[in-house]
C-alpha cells in the first residue's frame, strides 16, 4: 500500500504533516483527487481550543472540492472523473430528523475533517452521496467556499428575507460576506456591516455592502437607526460572535424583527430580556445548512456569477507549508486573512 502525506490533527495544538496510508474507498464510498482545501474557524478551534468534537488522530480539512477518481465496490464507475465538492456532515440515515430529511439535524452525525479523515491529503474516501457535483462553470478553487457559502445560504433562506428589506450584518469574516452576497442575491435593499478590519471592511463593500460602520463607534448603532427611519433593520445576522455584537445587532433591530444567530461562540450570551420583550424580535439560531438543497443551490448562484466570493481567498498554499502558512498564519492574524485555500 502506498502513502502520501496529510495534515493531521493529533490533540490540543498538536497538528503535524505525516505520511499515512493513501485511502480506499469502501462500499458507498468515492476516491476523491482534491483540489483545493479551505481552513476556517473550525479548524482553528479544534487545533486551539479542542479537540471538542473531532476524533484524533484525524486527517483535518471540511471544505474540500476535487475530483472522483475511484469508487468503493460495486460503486457507480459513471462517476470517476467527476468534478465534486464534499459535503463534510454526514448523517445516520435513520433517525427522527434523518426520516424527515433534516439530514443536518442528524442525532448521530458525523464530521468529515473531524471525525473521519478529511481533504488536507492528496486524496480523501467519503460516502458517495456526500459528493456532490459541481457544475462545469465553477472552477474547483471556488467550489472550495461552496462549504462556508452554504451556511450563510443557509440563514439567509431561514430569515425568509424578502425583497426590498434592510439588513444588517454584525461581522465581515468569510461567513458574514457570504451572507452579504446572498441577502442580496435574496434581494436586501440595503445592507449594512459592522466590521472592525480594514481588509475586511473593503471586500464588504465590494461585495455589496451599503455602508460599512465601526462597530465600537458609539455612533454607529444609532446612525442604522436613524438610516432606517427610526425603526431599525428587519433582519439582522451575526457572523461575529461576540456579546457586544449581539446586543448591538438587537439594538439596530425593527420591533417584531428576525435575528439570526449563526456564530458560535466562546462563552453564554447576555441577552437583556427587558430591553427587548417590548421588541417582540424573533431569535432564531441557524446551524449547518440542508446539504440538499443548499449545496446544488449555492453552486447554481456561483455557476451564474451571482455570487462570487473568489475575492476572499487570501492565500493558496500547498500542502506542506499548510500548517505554517494555513492554521498558524490564520490563528496569528485573523485580521487581514480571510480564506487561506490549501492545494494539495
Ligand atoms: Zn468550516
Ligand atoms: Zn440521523
Known amino acids: 500500500m502506498s502513502r502520501m502525506d496529510a495534515i493531521v490533527l493529533r490533540g490540543n495544538k498538536d497538528v503535524v504533516l505525516e505520511s499515512v496510508p493513501d485511502p480506499a474507498p469502501q462500499v458507498d464510498e468515492v476516491l476523491v483527487e482534491v483540489a483545493a482545501t479551505g481552513l476556517c474557524g473550525t479548524d482553528l478551534h479544534e487545533y486551539a481550543a479542542g479537540p471538542t468534537f473531532s476524533q484524533p488522530p484525524v486527517v483535518l480539512g471540511h471544505e474540500v472540492s476535487g475530483r472522483i477518481v475511484d469508487v468503493g465496490s460495486g460503486g457507480d464507475r459513471s462517476r470517476i472523473g467527476e468534478a465534486v465538492v464534499v459535503v463534510p456532515m454526514d448523517f445516520c440515515g435513520h433517525c427522527h430528523y434523518c426520516a424527515r430529511a433534516l439530514y443536518h439535524l442528524c442525532a448521530a452525525p458525523g464530521w468529515v475533517g473531524f471525525t473521519r479523515n478529511g481533504g488536507l491529503a492528496p486524496y480523501t474516501a467519503v460516502p458517495s452521496r456526500l459528493a456532490i457535483p459541481v457544475p462545469d462553470a465553477v472552477d474547483l478553487e471556488a467550489a472550495a467556499l461552496t462549504e462556508p457559502t452554504a451556511v450563510a445560504f443557509h440563514a439567509v433562506r431561514r430569515a425568509d428575507l424578502r425583497v426590498g428589506e434592510t439588513v444588517l450584518v454584525l461581522g465581515a469574516g468569510p461567513l458574514g460576506l457570504a451572507v452579504i452576497q446572498c441577502a442580496r442575491a435574496a434581494g436586501a435593499a440595503r445592507i449594512y456591516v459592522t466590521e472592525g478590519s480594514p481588509v475586511r471592511a473593503g471586500l464588504a463593500r465590494?461585495?455589496?455592502?451599503?455602508?460599512?460602520?465601526?462597530?465600537?463607534?458609539?455612533?454607529?448603532?444609532?446612525?442604522?437607526?436613524?438610516?432606517?427611519?427610526?425603526?431599525?433593520?428587519?433582519?439582522?445576522?451575526?457572523?461575529?460572535?461576540?456579546?457586544?455584537?449581539?446586543?448591538?445587532?438587537?439594538?439596530?433591530?425593527?420591533?417584531?424583527?428576525?435575528?439570526?444567530?449563526?456564530?458560535?461562540?466562546?462563552?453564554?450570551?447576555?441577552?437583556?430580556?427587558?430591553?427587548?420583550?417590548?421588541?417582540?424580535?424573533?431569535?432564531?439560531?441557524?446551524?449547518?445548512?440542508?446539504?440538499?438543497?443548499?449545496?446544488?443551490?449555492?453552486?447554481?448562484?456561483?455557476?451564474?456569477?451571482?455570487?462570487?466570493?473568489?475575492?476572499?481567498?487570501?492565500?493558496?498554499?500547498?500542502?506542506?507549508?499548510?500548517?505554517?502558512?494555513?492554521?498558524?498564519?490564520?490563528?496569528?492574524?485573523?485580521?487581514?486573512?480571510?480564506?487561506?485555500?490549501?492545494?494539495?
Not at 451575526?238 to 466562546?266: I, N, T, V, Y
Not at 466570493?309 to 505554517?324: M, W
Request: net charge negative.
Open 206 to 344: 465590494d461585495f455589496g455592502a451599503t455602508a460599512v460602520l465601526d462597530p465600537h463607534d458609539p455612533g454607529t448603532t444609532a446612525r442604522i437607526i436613524d438610516e432606517t427611519r427610526g425603526t431599525g433593520v428587519d433582519v439582522v445576522f451575526h457572523a461575529a460572535g461576540s456579546p457586544d455584537a449581539f446586543a448591538q445587532g438587537l439594538d439596530c433591530l425593527r420591533k417584531q424583527g428576525r435575528f439570526m444567530e449563526m456564530s458560535s461562540w466562546a462563552g453564554a450570551a447576555p441577552l437583556d430580556v427587558n430591553r427587548n420583550l417590548i421588541k417582540e424580535p424573533q431569535l432564531r439560531l441557524v446551524f449547518g445548512y440542508d446539504m440538499f438543497d443548499d449545496f446544488p443551490a449555492v453552486l447554481a448562484l456561483m455557476a451564474e456569477g451571482t455570487v462570487a466570493l473568489e475575492p476572499q481567498i487570501t492565500a493558496r498554499v500547498p500542502l506542506d507549508k499548510g500548517i505554517e502558512e494555513g492554521l498558524v498564519a490564520l490563528l496569528d492574524s485573523r485580521e487581514d486573512r480571510i480564506k487561506i485555500l490549501v492545494k494539495p
